[in-house]
């Protein structure tokens, strides 16, 4: 089983619309959740940090967490053209030392 | 806003040869990193450094590979023998304090090149 796990895309969006982008982990023991995003040939930056269940709002972008079901979600409102990217998601956790595990990244691709 | 810097940003050597890849991570920050990326591929963890030591490293971090901090500022990675499957984006990184719970900063990163 993968560490961490994403749909792979394209998901392909119109401009405007609301983009979902799902992610699974496996270490149940993950307590921090950081959703990166990573242009083409460009380095990861990131976009939210999530550490408790439920949802947490900042400007266009939500990400929502459940540890029961091990899973992080991002959902970006009125997406825009710029923000067709990779997005990668990285549980990490203590036990690990606290380092990143990336999921392979969704490609969204927002259409004018 | 402070940044993590590294240097060189593209890099191309000859296999077998000894590569030294120089980052200066963030000024207050404490823990260090390096990822690599190969070209299509996920961001991976290589090792992780703290209070002049490495505090984890992957199994990709084989014998080839060493950190260093030589000096109060810079952290490298060497590879010591390049093979052509060391050719991908290497990040460096850095968080303020434990990682869990503390944002990672990347940097630009240095693309590398065995030929």
């Known amino acids: 089983q993968k560490e961490v796990e994403q749909n792979s895309g394209p998901l392909s969006v119109p401009e405007g619309a609301i983009a979902s982008l799902n992610c699974t982990y496996s270490?149940?023991?993950?307590?921090?959740f950081f959703w990166y995003r990573q242009y083409s040939g460009k380095s990861p930056e990131l976009i939210m940090s999530?550490?408790?269940?439920g949802d947490k709002e900042d400007g266009r972008f939500t990400a929502q967490l459940n540890k029961a079901s091990q899973y992080v979600s991002l959902l970006i409102r009125d997406s825009q053209p710029s923000d067709s990217a990779t997005y990668l998601c990285?549980?990490?956790?203590?036990?690990?030392?606290?380092?990143?595990?990336f999921g392979q990244g969704t490609e969204l691709s927002v259409k004018p | 806003e402070p940044e993590v810097t590294q240097t060189p940003s593209h890099q191309v050597t000859q296999m077998g040869q000894e590569v030294i890849l120089r980052c200066v991570p963030i000024?207050?920050?404490?823990?260090f990193y390096w990822y690599r990326q190969i070209l299509g591929q996920k961001v991976e963890f290589l090792v992780s450094f703290y209070n002049n030591e490495i505090s984890e490293k992957s199994e990709i971090f084989d014998d080839q590979f060493s950190v260093e901090r030589p000096d109060g500022s810079n952290f490298t990675l060497k590879i010591r023998s390049t093979k052509l499957e060391d050719s991908a984006m290497y990040f460096c990184?850095?968080?303020?304090?434990?990682?869990?719970?503390?944002?990672?900063?990347f940097g630009e990163g240095s693309w590398l090149t065995v030929v």
């Open positions: 000024s207050n920050h404490l823990y």
């Open positions: 990184a850095s968080s303020r304090a434990d990682p869990s719970g503390n944002t990672i900063y």
């Open positions: 999530i550490y408790s269940n």
């Open positions: 270490d149940r023991g993950s307590q921090s």
């Open positions: 990285a549980p990490s956790s203590y036990n690990q030392g606290g380092k990143l595990i």
